[in-house]
C-alpha cells in the first residue's frame, strides 16, 4: 500500500470562514495537500483520497488544517460569487447598482436596464450565395 501526496493552490479574493471552525482566514493563496492511498489492481494501480489539508502559513508558523473537500470547494465558490458581484457592480457604476443581477439569485428580469450583457452584431458566410451577410 503506497500512500501518494499532491500539492496544489486555490486563492481567496476575500476573507473566508470554513464550516466547523472559528477562525476566520485572510484572502490570499492557500495551499492544498490531498493524500491518497494506492491499491493494485490487475491493470493499474488505483488511488482513493485519504486525507486533504488546507495549509495555513503564517510568519515563523505553518498549520495543518484537514479539511472537507466538498467545503473547500463551496468556499471557493462562495468566494468567486462575491468578487464576480462586486465586478459587476463596480462596472455599472452607482446609478445602476440596483439594477445589478446578484449572482446565484437565479435568471435576471429580461429588460434591457437589467441586463449587464449587450448585443454584438456578427458576420457570417452564406454557404451558397457566397456573399457576407449580417445576422438579424
Known amino acids: 500500500m503506497t500512500i501518494r501526496t499532491t500539492t496544489s493552490t486555490v486563492e481567496f479574493a476575500a476573507s473566508f470562514k470554513l464550516p466547523g471552525d472559528e477562525e476566520i482566514l485572510p484572502a490570499g493563496v492557500y495551499r492544498i495537500d ?27 508558523r505553518t498549520v495543518h488544517r484537514r479539511v472537507d473537500p466538498e467545503e473547500l470547494t463551496a468556499a471557493l465558490q462562495r468566494d468567486r460569487e462575491m468578487s464576480l458581484s462586486k465586478v459587476v457592480a463596480e462596472c455599472a ?8 443581477p446578484q449572482v446565484g ?23 451558397k450565395a457566397g456573399k457576407w451577410t449580417q445576422r438579424p
Not at 35 to 59: H, Q
Not at 93 to 100: L, Q, R, Y
Not at 105 to 127: D, K, M, N
Open 34 to 60: 490531498t493524500d491518497e492511498e494506492g491499491f493494485e489492481a490487475k491493470e493499474r494501480t488505483v488511488y482513493r483520497r485519504v486525507e486533504t489539508r488546507l495549509r495555513i502559513e503564517t510568519p515563523g
Open 105 to 127: 439569485s437565479g435568471r435576471p428580469e429580461a429588460s434591457a436596464s437589467s441586463s449587464i450583457f449587450r448585443t454584438a452584431r456578427s458576420w457570417f458566410q452564406l454557404p
Open 93 to 100: 457604476g452607482p446609478e445602476s447598482e440596483k439594477n445589478v
